[in-house]
């Protein structure tokens, strides 16, 4: 499975970007997709998850500034993420699994996205 993703750059502070990914070469049914981030000198963190249903899940820092969703017929994932901050400078990962009987976790390359003024 192969994943790309795009849409990082340098925003201003209380800046929006939309981060997208799409996914081919699955055999199987893609289920969980999400993305994380690695800042300089941390180690890769959640961002947000969402299920093939649509459920999402939101690390506490991303509560009510970005937002995940999916396209299950296309394989994407997008995340918007609106009032950035400083602290929001990372490398952001897109992540899906799948696989049958055992689901294997897929990652992307990598898109970095920088909050400054």
């Known amino acids: 499975v192969q994943l790309q993703a795009s849409g990082g750059g340098l925003v201003q502070p209380g800046?929006?970007?939309?981060?997208?990914?799409?996914?081919?070469?699955?055999?199987?049914?893609?289920?969980?997709?999400g993305w994380y981030r690695r800042a300089p000198e941390k180690q890769r963190e959640l961002v947000a998850t969402i299920t093939s249903g649509g459920?999402?899940?939101?690390?506490?820092?991303?509560?009510?500034?970005?937002?995940i969703s999916r396209d299950n017929g296309k394989n994407s994932v997008w995340l918007q993420m609106n009032s950035l901050k400083p602290e929001d400078t990372a490398v952001y990962y897109c992540q899906c699994r799948s696989g049958y009987p055992v689901e294997t976790a897929y990652w992307g390359?990598?898109?970095?996205?920088?909050?400054s003024s």
């Open 15 to 33: 800046g929006s970007l939309r981060l997208s990914c799409a996914a081919s070469g699955s055999r199987f049914r893609i289920n969980n997709m």
């Open 55 to 67: 459920s999402t899940n939101y690390a506490d820092s991303a509560k009510g500034r970005f937002t």
């Open 109 to 115: 390359q990598g898109t970095q996205v920088t909050v």
